[in-house]
């Protein structure tokens, strides 16, 4: 399985991004795919992830009201919007998709300007 993660960049804050994360390869019809962030200094932590059946897990509660993720099974995508970006929102973001294992995609940079 590839992921191509691609829709970073640099934004103002209160402004919005929205990233995409596209599954190739021997992808399963059962697979979560999710968001991972990195912020300079920080550990990666867990962003959020849909189900294959479209339901939402938040990880991070800075998120929520902010952030929504979707998915496109026939396409093998899923989209985040981000809104209202804050400075804090400032990270490299990395998608992942779980099927027999957890695969990563490269990152794509989101940089949210005060």
Do not use: H
Not at 30 to 52: H, N, T
Not at 93 to 108: E, H
């Amino acid at each position: 399985v590839q992921l191509q993660a691609s829709g970073g960049g640099l934004v103002q804050a209160g402004g919005s991004l929205r990233l995409t994360c596209a599954a190739s390869g021997r992808t399963r019809d059962d697979y979560s795919i999710g968001w991972f962030r990195q912020a300079p200094g920080k550990e990666r932590e867990g962003v959020l992830c849909i189900s294959r059946s479209e339901e939402t897990t938040y990880y991070a509660d800075s998120v929520k009201g902010r952030f929504t993720i979707s998915r496109d099974n026939a396409k093998n995508t899923v989209y985040l919007q981000m809104n209202n970006l804050k400075p804090g929102d400032t990270a490299i973001y990395y998608c992942y998709a779980d099927t027999i294992k957890r695969y990563w995609g490269q990152g794509t940079l989101v940089t949210v300007s005060s």
